[in-house]
C-alpha cells in the first residue's frame, strides 16, 4: 500500500546494520521509493542500491563512534567524582551531579551497621525503623528486609565506588564523604561472614531458637 517514504536522513530509519538490511530488502520488495533531503532513491535501481549500502555503512560507523565517545565521557565523569548511577544511595543526595551527605538519612545508615554489629536481627532493625518512623526512600510502606541487607553491604559508605566498560576496557574510580568508618564497616562484615558460616545449619530448620546466633556445631 505504501509507495513513498520519506525521511529527514537515511539514519533515521535505524541505526543498526541488521534491522537496516531488512527495511532495504523490504522496500525493494515492494518498490518503495525513498525520499531523503538529497533526492530520491530508488532501490529497484543498482546505483541507487549501492549509494543506500554506502550510506547505510557510514550510519552505523558514525553511530559506533558516538557510543564510544558517550563511554569515555561517562568514565571520564566518574573519575571527576560525578554520580553515574541513577539514584543515589540512601543516605545520600545529589547536589551539582555529585553524591553528597543526606544527614537525615545517613543518621540511620550508620544506626543500622552499629546494631547489626551488637548482634542485632534485620528483623530487629526493621522494627525500629518503623517505629521510629524513619521513612523509605520512597516515602511510603514500612521497612522491608531486603532494603535493609542491600543497605548493610553498599560499599557506597565508605566513600568511592568504581564504575568499569568491560567493551571499552576502562575503568574509572569516584570518590565522595563517606558516612561510615572502617573499623564499623569491617565489624559488620565480619559478623555476615559468621553468619555465613552456619547457612547451611540455619537452610536446615524452619523453626526459631533462641541460642542459634551464639552456639553452632
Aim: glycine letters at 8%; one cysteine or more; hydrophobic letters at 30%.
Amino acid at each position: 500500500e505504501v509507495e513513498h517514504l520519506f525521511v529527514f536522513n537515511t539514519d533515521r530509519l535505524s541505526r543498526n546494520q541488521k534491522t537496516w538490511g531488512g527495511i532495504r530488502w523490504k522496500l525493494k520488495e515492494h518498490g518503495v521509493k525513498l525520499y531523503t533531503p538529497s533526492g530520491v532513491i530508488d532501490l529497484s535501481s543498482p546505483m541507487d542500491e549501492l549509494i543506500i549500502g554506502i550510506l547505510s555503512e557510514i550510519s552505523q560507523y558514525d553511530n559506533s563512534l558516538r557510543t564510544e565517545r558517550s563511554r569515555l565521557g561517562k568514565i571520564n565523569k566518574v573519575r571527576q567524582g560525578y554520580w553515574m548511577g541513577g539514584p543515589p544511595p540512601y543516605g545520600y543526595s545529589i547536589k551539582e551531579g555529585k553524591l553528597i551527605e543526606n544527614p537525615n538519612e545517613s543518621k540511620w545508615i550508620r544506626k543500622m551497621y552499629q546494631w547489626f554489629s551488637n548482634g542485632k536481627s534485620t528483623q530487629w532493625i526493621k522494627t525500629q525503623l518503623d517505629m521510629n518512623g524513619v521513612p523509605t526512600r520512597h516515602k511510603k510502606g514500612t521497612w522491608s528486609l531486603g532494603s535493609i541487607q542491600k543497605n548493610l553491604r553498599n560499599t557506597h559508605y565508605l566513600g568511592h565506588y568504581s564504575y568499569s566498560d568491560k567493551k571499552l576496557g576502562e575503568s574509572g574510580a569516584c570518590f565522595f564523604p563517606s558516612i561510615m568508618k572502617d573499623k564499623l564497616w569491617n565489624s559488620v562484615e565480619e559478623r555476615k561472614e559468621k553468619i555465613k558460616e552456619r547457612k547451611n545449619q540455619n537452610n536446615r530448620t524452619k523453626r526459631f531458637y533462641l541460642l542459634r546466633n551464639f552456639m553452632f556445631c
